[in-house]
């Protein structure tokens, strides 16, 4: 009893820690410009895949994410700092009106083909699931570090039924917010997108502070 008690808090802290980083229901917006002008059935196709790839990162991220950071020599607060440049440079592109979808590669004439290479970077990562996700995922996993192999199973085990969880919400809210904002019209579309637009830029910008804060307090320049 307390054993499946433990899992469900696990489970539980696990969902809560993670749903505000992810954000599913904010970051379906800040993603609507790139997916409302695809067909119904393809926003569900790119949903989908954002969401499998989503749980795939989260996965290689619970187990082996702080030895991959290692071989490459790298931190958090750098990803964070890489990541928060790359989505505030996307966020920048979408709000400039000399900017088009055309010149900014993301094109809607041949259907999902048009941004299947795009599926993982930038949309799945850094956007959905950026460093913060990762972070917290580190953090989460630190807490598993038992010698107890069936414990540290159990624990991950339960961390992923969690990240399972916000990867199904990140396809139902990817899959239905366009359809939402469509029958606000034209205009209201246009403002929606224009702001989702401005909020990528702030985002990235967030996340590069706060990766440079990190860098600073880490490092001690």
């Keep these: 009893m307390l054993f499946s008690d433990s899992i469900i808090s696990i489970i539980t802290s696990s969902f809560i820690t993670l749903f505000p980083v992810v954000n599913p229901i904010g970051t379906s917006f800040i993603?609507?410009?790139?997916?409302?002008?695809?067909?119904?059935?393809?926003?569900?196709?790119?949903?989908?895949k954002i969401a499998i790839y989503t749980f795939i990162l989260s996965l290689v991220t619970v187990i082996i994410g702080q030895y991959i950071l290692q071989l490459f020599g790298l931190s958090v607060p750098i990803v964070q700092l890489a990541g928060g440049i790359i989505i505030s440079k996307m966020g920048w592109e979408f709000m400039s009106d000399k900017k088009t979808k055309k010149e900014a590669n993301i094109s809607t004439e041949s259907g999902l083909n048009s941004i299947k290479n795009q599926l993982f970077y930038p949309l799945t990562f850094p956007i959905t699931a950026g460093?913060?996700?990762?972070s917290v995922l580190l953090t989460l996993t630190a807490h598993s570090s038992s010698t107890d192999i069936l414990k540290r199973i159990t624990h991950m085990g339960a961390i992923m039924i969690g990240v399972l969880i916000i990867s199904i919400m990140i396809y139902v809210f990817f899959s239905n917010t366009s359809r939402i904002i469509n029958r606000w019209g034209e205009s209201g579309r246009n403002i929606v997108n224009k702001i989702s637009a401005f909020l990528v830029f702030a985002v990235g910008l967030n996340i590069f502070i706060h990766g440079l804060f990190n860098v600073i307090k880490n490092y001690q320049f």
């Design 31 to 48: 993603l609507n410009p790139i997916l409302s002008d695809f067909e119904l059935k393809d926003q569900r196709q790119i949903a989908k």
């Design 131 to 134: 460093a913060g996700t990762i």
